[in-house]
């Protein structure tokens, strides 16, 4: 959802006719965006902190998980992967809410120029007050405003891979962690490592939850993308 308001101060990108804004402070505060950043920052950190508090007084699991890492027994990268993408994934959806708003304040505003377009432009007549556009300034005025949609295009795609990709990769790394722990316990050699190195029950649900935050990421960036999908269709954008 957005709040048009009009500038009366402002031209569209052929300088006829006033803008509509789209100001992301006038939106209500429950939003996708807004959820969903807050649901993907609590999950990043509750893997960081079950990381670091499952270790036990008299364990030393979680420097030895650094210092002498292994795959399937550390939580080390779980960790350090969720905190990376917490913040990667939040950043995100900031971004593709901020240039999704701006994509749709430069398709609406009147008089603006369609991709669409195929005949020759016609500018209404500006107010007496406005000194008619030269033939030398309205292309300019067209380049640029074809120029604003394209970069507001492509940003907002660049959000969408950066809230997909990193949640595919994380999925695939914990899917890949687990399913090599799930074979050494049903081979019985879990246990077959020091005492430093056996996971207590919080880095197990970490294991789980490390698998979990990146499937609602996956869903997350689905349904943003069904989103910009569904502007595009009807804002008429190719």
Same mark, same amino acid.
């Given at each position: 959802p957005y709040v048009p308001t009009m500038d009366a101060g402002s031209l569209d990108s052929l300088g006829q006719q006033p803008r509509k804004r789209y100001a992301s402070s006038q939106l209500p505060l429950l939003r996708f965006t807004t959820v969903a950043g807050f649901l993907t920052a609590v999950c990043s950190l509750l893997c960081v902190v079950l990381w670091l508090c499952g270790k036990d007084l008299e364990s +030393?699991?979680?420097? !030895? @998980? #650094?210092?002498?890492? !292994?795959?399937?027994?550390? +939580?080390?990268?779980?960790? &350090? /992967?969720?905190?990376? *993408?917490? #913040?990667?994934?939040?950043? &995100?959806?900031?971004?593709?809410?901020?240039? @999704?708003?701006?994509?749709?304040?430069?398709?609406?505003s009147s008089g603006s120029l369609s991709t669409k377009h195929r005949g020759p432009i016609t500018p209404v007549s500006p107010p007496s007050s406005t000194p008619p556009p030269t033939s030398s300034q309205t292309p300019t005025r067209i380049d640029t405003f074809v120029a604003r949609r394209t970069l507001y295009k492509a940003a907002v795609w660049l959000c969408l891979a950066g809230i997909l990709v990193p949640a595919l990769l994380s999925l695939v790394y914990a899917l890949v962690k687990g399913s090599l722990i #799930?074979? $050494?316990?049903? $081979?019985?050699?879990? !246990?077959?490592? @020091?005492?430093?190195? *056996?996971?207590?029950?919080?880095?197990? /649900?970490? &294991? #789980?939850?490390?698998?979990?935050?990146?499937?609602?990421?996956?869903? /997350?960036?689905?349904?943003s993308l069904a989103f910009v999908r569904r502007m595009r269709r009807q804002s008429h954008l190719r």
């Open positions: +030393t699991y979680l420097e !030895d @998980s #650094v210092t002498e890492f !292994d795959f399937t027994h550390s +939580t080390f990268d779980l960790a &350090c /992967i969720a905190a990376v *993408r917490g #913040v990667l994934v939040v950043s &995100c959806l900031v971004g593709l809410e901020k240039y @999704s708003l701006l994509l749709l304040a430069s398709t609406s #799930v074979y $050494q316990v049903s $081979q019985g050699t879990w !246990d077959d490592v @020091s005492e430093e190195k *056996r996971m207590g029950l919080t880095y197990e /649900i970490l &294991c #789980v939850v490390a698998v979990l935050v990146p499937l609602m990421e996956v869903a /997350i960036g689905a349904s």
